[in-house]
């Protein structure tokens, strides 16, 4: 049997403290230690393959995952872009409504509160007084209570006053303006004289919002 030989070193002896390895007291009283081989760090040991990317275990996206994400974040952006324009067309529908409701309203009751102060019967037309061209017609003209000739008629889309020889604007955007004229019996007259009732048709737009809007007047003093 052969008996292994264990080589000794002058300064180091076996600690049992560190795992049996040497350590000791060498010249000059510096400590000496046994070392053992160093432990390879794992990330520098990686391929650069790895490092760059294209494994799973890797922090990068691959080309699929950057695909996918830019399909879905423009379905997303799209349904978003028309339910913001859906509200942006209601809020402006509504605003159009709104305001074809106002002009039309504001024209209508004033022109019918202005129709009760006719002066006398007879002293009502269309163009001058006393003379009614039509039935129905877009212009009425009457002298009220002060004896002052006040005029409505359209001119374009725009329904105007006349007191005297001064124009102001009643209204805008009006499509349509009707006066309708009859008499004692609801029969419709061209006669001054046989006036009894006035109808009032008026319709406003407002973009794509259209309000029509109606009224029947009797002048107090016929």
Same mark, same amino acid.
């Given at each position: 049997?052969?008996?292994?030989?264990?080589?000794?070193?002058?300064?180091?002896?076996?600690?049992?403290?560190?795992?049996?390895?040497? @350590?000791?007291?060498?010249?000059?009283?510096?400590?000496?230690? @046994?070392?053992? /081989?160093?432990?390879?760090?794992?990330?520098?040991?990686?391929?650069? *393959? #790895?490092?760059?990317?294209?494994? /799973?275990?890797?922090?990068? =996206?691959? $080309?699929? @995952?950057? #695909?996918? %994400?830019?399909?879905?974040?423009?379905?997303?952006?799209?349904?978003?872009?028309?339910?913001?324009?859906?509200?942006?067309?209601?809020?402006?529908?509504?605003?159009?409504?709104?305001?074809?409701?106002?002009?039309?309203?504001?024209?209508?009751?004033?022109?019918?509160?202005?129709?009760?102060?006719?002066?006398?019967?007879?002293?009502?037309?269309?163009?001058?007084?006393?003379?009614?061209?039509?039935?129905?017609?877009? *212009? =009425?003209?009457?002298?009220?209570?002060?004896? %002052?000739?006040?005029? =409505?008629?359209?001119?374009?889309?725009?329904?105007?006053?006349?007191?005297?020889?001064?124009?102001?604007?009643?209204?805008?955007?009006?499509?349509? $303006?009707?006066?309708?004229?009859?008499?004692?019996?609801?029969?419709?007259?061209?006669?001054?004289?046989?006036?009894?009732?006035?109808?009032? *048709?008026?319709?406003?737009?407002?973009?794509?919002? *259209?309000?029509?809007?109606?009224?029947?007047?009797?002048?107090?003093?016929?």
């Amino acid at each position: 049997m052969r008996i292994a030989k264990i080589q000794t070193h002058p300064y180091l002896t076996p600690s049992p403290s560190r795992g049996g390895k040497w @350590e000791g007291m060498g010249p000059g009283g510096m400590r000496i230690r @046994e070392c053992g /081989p160093k432990t390879p760090n794992p990330e520098r040991s990686l391929p650069s *393959s #790895v490092l760059i990317g294209g494994t /799973p275990n890797s922090n990068g =996206f691959t $080309l699929i @995952e950057l #695909v996918m %994400t830019i399909v879905l974040v423009s379905i997303l952006a799209g349904l978003a872009a028309v339910i913001i324009l859906q509200g942006i067309r209601a809020y402006s529908e509504e605003n159009y409504q709104s305001d074809a409701h106002y002009q039309a309203r504001l024209a209508v009751e004033r022109m019918a509160r202005e129709l009760r102060m006719v002066n006398s019967a007879g002293n009502v037309g269309t163009v001058a007084i006393g003379t009614i061209t039509g039935n129905p017609t877009s *212009s =009425f003209i009457f002298t009220d209570q002060t004896g %002052t000739n006040v005029r =409505f008629w359209l001119n374009g889309q725009t329904l105007n006053r006349t007191v005297g020889v001064v124009d102001s604007a009643l209204a805008v955007g009006v499509t349509t $303006l009707d006066f309708r004229h009859y008499n004692i019996l609801s029969a419709p007259t061209t006669t001054a004289l046989e006036v009894w009732t006035i109808d009032i *048709s008026l319709t406003d737009t407002q973009g794509s919002q *259209s309000l029509p809007i109606s009224t029947r007047v009797h002048p107090r003093n016929f």
